[in-house]
């Protein structure tokens, strides 16, 4: 079986985590786009256990949550007359939660945006840290019952919530609502007012959209399977981590937060891949036919 090489596969992964599409993958790296697809599935599969398994115990002091808006095949309110719709089309969201001082992603959830994703978000990142944190979210109304399903009172929990007006006035088919103001609600123990603050996320949340395809706005290179998204979101996340190097903190934030002691690159990743991959059968032998 033809298998490509570990500097080919670096390279269509580097490229799926700088913003290029699927498609444009396939003609500068000159494979097909069933190549490319494979390797996104493979890829997504194996980066999803390693975080899963091995971004944990982390000692945080402040972290932030915030969701970030998609959609898979069409948008909610096209998926009724959009032919030949899939189980899972309509508006996706991605929960992230982002530790201010590493800049690490220690938890992401993609699906919808009700309490239950909110408890299953609130319920992992729970499990993913090592000691009691101050964090913030923005003023969606599902965290509230969902951090103090996960946390108790065992954490210094803050709403930063944000007032809009009215929104531009233009024919734009992007006009978002202009935010004239922001009120820091305290909910749980005792928060440093000064650290209430959503900003770290946010910016985190706009290199999502900047490095993967299918988050741009206003094209066509949106997710076409959530499946397909999900795997995208979970090579992301490691590549985050592991191998980009932060300008804030100078390093990769797996290394700023101590989960990992060396500076990756994409061949760490296709390593993961080819040792989580199951190991080749023996060929049998081949039947002989015999003509009537």
Not at 13 to 32: K, P, T
Not at 105 to 119: K, M
Request: aromatic share 8%; proline share 3%.
């Amino acid at each position: 079986m033809n298998k490509l090489s570990t500097a080919q596969r670096a390279q269509i992964l580097g490229m799926l985590c700088e913003g290029m599409s699927m498609r444009a993958i396939s003609r500068l790296a000159d494979v097909s786009i069933n190549t490319v697809t494979k390797l996104l599935i493979d890829a997504g599969l194996t980066c999803a256990r390693f975080h899963d398994e091995n971004v944990r115990g982390v000692k945080a002091k402040r972290v932030q949550c915030d969701e970030i808006w998609s959609f898979c095949y069409a948008k909610a309110k096209n998926v009724a007359k959009a032919k030949a719709a899939p189980e899972r089309a309509g508006d996706v969201w991605t929960w992230t939660a982002l530790d201010s001082d590493s800049k690490m992603i220690l938890s992401y959830l993609v699906g919808g945006r009700d309490s239950e994703y909110a408890l299953e978000f609130m319920d992992d990142l729970r499990g993913r840290l090592a000691n009691r944190v101050q964090l913030t979210t923005d003023g969606h109304k599902a965290y509230l019952e969902a951090v103090e399903e996960a946390f108790g009172a065992d954490i210094d929990y803050a709403m930063l919530v944000k007032l809009y007006g009215e929104g531009p006035q233009t024919e734009a088919r992007y006009s978002p609502a202009e935010c004239i103001g922001f009120r820091k609600d305290i909910v749980t123990g005792r928060p440093v007012k000064a650290d209430i603050s959503t900003s770290h996320v946010e910016r985190s949340n706009l290199s999502m959209r900047m490095h993967m395809r299918r988050y741009t706005r206003l094209t066509n290179a949106h997710s076409k399977k959530f499946e397909n998204h999900c795997h995208m979101v979970a090579i992301y996340t490691v590549w985050y981590n592991f191998v980009r190097i932060n300008k804030a903190v100078k390093m990769a934030p797996a290394m700023a937060a101590g989960v990992s002691k060396t500076l990756w690159t994409m061949d760490n990743i296709v390593a993961l891949i080819d040792a989580a991959a199951p190991a080749p059968k023996k060929r049998g032998p081949y039947r002989k036919t015999v003509s009537a």
